[in-house]
């Protein structure tokens, strides 16, 4: 049975907790939040005694297999970047993995100081994109791999949230779909100033993409209100995340609340889902999925670090390309300051 431990006790914590009712091979164990009342609250509702305020005295003195870093990115109402400190801290204390909630990196200096650690640790790090374990994308997905719908041709993806916010779930949805190939070139056009000052997920608020891949797809994108398509009856921004994947023979389209599905063999078929349920048990499969890989070296996570930096980094570019208005080759290195430019430039 793996030990893990929390820290972070907010909104998103609750749902790494509650997953753990789909957890066969590890328990949550200790928790750690700089607020008391939120820290004891939580405790209480899911019933661990084990509470911190600090973080080194919770890793040395419990020593976990597995650490949730469920916190936003930046503090709210400041500038302070926190992904890379506490990434360094659990690597530091030797923790064997490692869950960080999404985005792993907001600007090119975070992003840069990340993807140093990851070729110095030896702390199995991955991002909770846990969108590729909901039940119904990996029933897609296997239509795909199968070849029900033929080759692959074209992939549309959004969500009508922020590219700094929801941005990595969206693009490590499309990986999911084509195995992990590399983006190579991205197009990219960027609006919106109101969240780039003092927000936690700091970005710009619109944004659309064109991406070429090394296997030859292209793949359009789009993020913010005012270009992404809604995906469900939600009146807010965050219920709009979907992934419609184009092959010569068929679709599958995975949409929030909903799916659908053309085949030559079935025809066309889609109904609702119900996300909560479904975000649960990927939840669930996604902490799973981490144990396999401390099983076995070979069972590497689909959302490992180098991969969800990769696709960070098509968002930086995608940025860049909106200032330079001119094609980024990737990857690419972000020049220091893109934020302070992006507010210059919006």
Same mark, same amino acid.
């Given at each position: ?6 820290l ?6 609750r ?13 949550l ?20 005694? @084990? ?19 469920v ?11 926190? *992904?890379?400190?506490?990434?360094k ?12 909630? %999404? ?27 846990q ?9 897609l ?6 070849? *029900? ?43 919106? @100033? ?19 891949? %090394?296997?030859?797809?292209h ?10 398509? %809604? ?9 709009? %995340? ?6 010569t ?11 659908? *599905? ?8 889609g ?75 919006l």
């Amino acid at each position: 049975m793996y030990k893990t431990a929390m820290l972070g006790c907010g909104g998103r914590a609750r749902g790494h907790a509650d997953a753990y009712r789909f957890v066969k091979r590890g328990k949550l164990a200790a928790i750690c939040d700089m607020n008391a009342e939120r820290r004891n609250t939580f405790g209480d509702d899911f019933g661990i005694s @084990s509470r911190y305020a600090d973080l080194d005295e919770m890793l040395e003195k419990e020593k976990p297999d597995v650490l949730h870093i469920v916190t936003s990115p930046v503090i709210p109402n400041s500038n302070e970047r926190i *992904r890379y400190p506490l990434m360094k801290q659990a690597s530091d204390h030797g923790v064997p993995a490692a869950i960080i909630e %999404k985005p792993i990196a907001v600007e090119s200096e975070d992003w840069k100081q990340i993807s140093r650690l990851a070729e110095e640790t030896q702390t199995k790090f991955v991002v909770n994109t846990q969108l590729n374990f909901h039940p119904k994308n990996l029933e897609l997905k296997r239509d795909v791999t199968e070849g *029900r719908i033929g080759e692959i041709k074209f992939i549309d993806a959004s969500a009508r949230s922020m590219p700094g916010e929801q941005g990595g779930h969206v693009l490590q949805l499309v990986s999911s779909y084509i195995d992990n190939a590399r983006p190579m070139r991205i197009l990219g056009q960027i609006s919106g @100033s109101e969240n780039l000052t003092g927000a936690t997920h700091p970005s710009p608020m619109h944004a659309v993409g064109h991406v070429l891949y %090394k296997n030859g797809l292209h793949v359009s994108l789009a993020f913010g209100t005012g270009m992404a398509q %809604k995906a469900s009856d939600d009146p807010g921004i965050y219920g709009h %995340k979907r992934v419609f994947v184009v092959g010569t023979k068929g679709f599958v389209h995975w949409r929030f609340s909903s799916w659908e *599905r053309a085949t030559l063999e079935g025809g066309y078929e889609g109904g609702p889902l119900n996300y909560g349920a479904q975000d649960v048990i990927a939840q669930g499969n996604f902490t799973e999925a981490v144990f396999d890989w401390l099983d076995n070296e070979k069972n590497v996570h689909p959302t490992h670090l180098k991969q969800s930096l990769v696709e960070c980094n098509l968002i930086l570019g995608m940025y860049y390309s909106g200032i330079t208005n001119e094609i980024i080759d990737l990857p690419f290195k972000p020049p220091d300051g893109l934020m302070d430019t992006l507010r210059e430039h919006l």
